[in-house]
């Protein structure tokens, strides 16, 4: 199998020299705290609760972070920045869904991608958005359509698709290959996948950064506890070799710069930072509240002095964080 993707170094994201130290949160306010598709009934409806936060029932276990209404707003939010990381755009592959096209959006969330697309290509014929929870809105484009259901097992689709789509899906997947390979077996000959993904080890390009930092234990902490339980934290490096394992072809692996923080100079990098700055403080309960209490057996005392330094971190703005953010695109062969 090929080698994983290592990201090259990027060009360098400049720093706003005119923010202070400290000023890190003067955008995000001062009150930052703390194979079967499944109908509709009432034990998907049945959530689990636990560390005072609302989970999904359906597939108890498989997804480690929360499915309540905070959690769907820091959804909602993400969508919006990889949008602006993209230069406003939802996809990269060469496809235009309005020559009746039939969409997959697997792990759909609160299915904001899928909305976005019936939105904006009212000719798509379909586009399916599949989920382990039924959160998604009921106003929705009519192209559009939700399901229940775990992408995990067995695919009976009736239809193959013109394009399939998945995104930020790290921790939540058990065996990557095999879905790549169900994603081959039912996009029709031609169509295209795209994944977009975050390589979830932070950097700088200044050295502003430490091992030390709140937000590198964090994120050591949630790969380790997702190895503990087969589910990758840390995918993307590795997509582009199961892609092509699978068999497709005109693989395309493009590279953005993802900040944490509103410390870049460029507006739109300083947007994109800002709400991943957001992301970071008041997500960090949900990223933390099972996967260090329930896999790595943290105390409530220990999990809530980490989440107060990664809050303090962003909030002093120091530190010039980094993901990268890999978009593949791949096309299934004529």
Known sequence: ???????????????DETIAEGDGDSSYGSDLGSSASTSLNSSVLKYE???GRRYHSYQSGTYQFPNDEQEQDRLDMIHHV?????NDRIFLAPINPNDSLRVLDIGTGTGLWAIHLGDEYPGAEAIIGNDLSPIQPDWIPPNVQFVVDDVE?????????????CRYMAAAIKDWPRLVRQMYENTK???WVEFQESVNELYSQDGSLKPDDPMVQMMEGLTKACEMIGRSMNP??????????AGFVNVTVQKFKLPIGGWPKDPRLKEVGTLMGVNFTEGVEAFTAALFKDVLGWSQEEVTILNAGV???????????????LVVTAQKPE
């Open 1 to 15: 199998m090929a080698e994983p993707t290592r990201p090259e170094n990027p060009e360098r994201v400049e720093v």
């Open 49 to 51: 609760w636990k560390h």
């Open 82 to 86: 990889f949008y602006r990381l993209l």
């Open 153 to 165: 097992l067995d695919w009976a689709e009736p239809k193959p698709f013109d394009f399939i789509h």
């Open 189 to 191: 000959p031609g169509g």
């Open 236 to 245: 993307a490096p590795w997509m582009e070799g199961w892609i092509k394992d």
């Open 311 to 325: 809050r303090n971190s962003i909030k002093k703005g120091s530190a010039h964080a980094i993901f990268d953010f």
